[in-house]
């Protein structure tokens, strides 16, 4: 089973918009990382937030998180031809069996110049 | 630095043959991971092995063996394929479990008849 479960499935904007996704995960974690994928190729590591971090910023991308609500957001603000990509949430719990990180189903971001 | 490698990038195998797929990092990461992605699904976790010398399973390890040859080295075994592992295969590092993230290879596409 998935921890974690993007929304939307799809979404299409025009360039220079804001993109928004959002996550949601079922039981407490240690951290939450996203990632881009693009078609036909391996994942990239975008951001981690830790369960103690509340927000965090890399360049034009901007990551909530919210241990109460169990959710995250990541928004691509100005987004560029460039950013369509599926993107993915991957949480972490840590235990004696060793970390693993569950992904979710991913967002299919497609950004129309 | 080459990244995370995978061999081979495409293979077709028929019903019940077995096959290897390859897996090499060059960056002296500790932990080392075989995911599954199938068509508009997030990753599962197949097997990883947390340092060099041992392996555990993730969430979906039936039907796979691994080794962890050396540090460099993971590799996954299909002894007896069949169509429902048809998939695309990742491999992933990182430097060790924990708050990392994890580098991940440009991916096997499996097709199984």
């Known amino acids: 089973s998935q921890q974690g479960e993007e929304d939307p499935q799809a979404l299409s904007i025009q360039e220079g918009e804001n993109a928004t996704m959002n996550c949601s995960y079922k039981?407490?974690?240690?951290?939450l990382q996203w990632y881009r994928q693009n078609s036909g190729r391996g994942l990239v590591h975008l951001i981690l937030?830790?369960?103690?971090?509340r927000e965090k910023h890399s360049g034009r991308l901007r990551v909530t998180l919210d241990t109460s609500k169990k959710s995250s957001s990541l928004l691509i603000t100005a987004s560029r031809a460039a950013d369509t990509a599926s993107y993915f949430c991957?949480?972490?719990?840590?235990?004696?069996?060793?970390?693993?990180?569950?992904f979710g189903g991913g967002t299919r971001l497609m950004v129309k110049p | 630095n080459a990244g995370v490698t995978q061999t081979p990038k495409f293979q077709v195998l028929k019903t019940g043959q077995s096959m290897t797929l390859q897996c090499a990092q060059d960056?002296?990461?500790?932990?080392m991971y075989w995911y599954r992605q199938d068509p508009g699904m997030g990753l599962r976790l197949i097997y990883y092995?947390?340092?060099?010398?041992?392996?555990d399973k993730g969430e979906v390890p039936n039907g796979y063996n691994v080794s962890r040859l050396n540090k460099r080295e993971f590799s996954l075994r299909l002894e007896s394929a069949a169509p429902s592992q048809t998939s695309v295969y990742f491999c992933?590092?990182?430097?060790?479990?924990?708050?990392?993230?994890?580098?991940f290879g440009p991916g096997t596409r499996l097709t199984v008849t």
């Open positions: 960056m002296n990461h500790n932990s």
């Open positions: 937030i830790r369960s103690n971090e």
């Open positions: 092995s947390a340092s060099e010398g041992t392996t």
């Open positions: 039981t407490s974690i240690n951290n």
């Open positions: 991957a949480t972490e719990i840590y235990n004696n069996a060793g970390n693993m990180l569950t």
């Open positions: 992933a590092s990182r430097e060790y479990r924990g708050s990392y993230e994890q580098y």
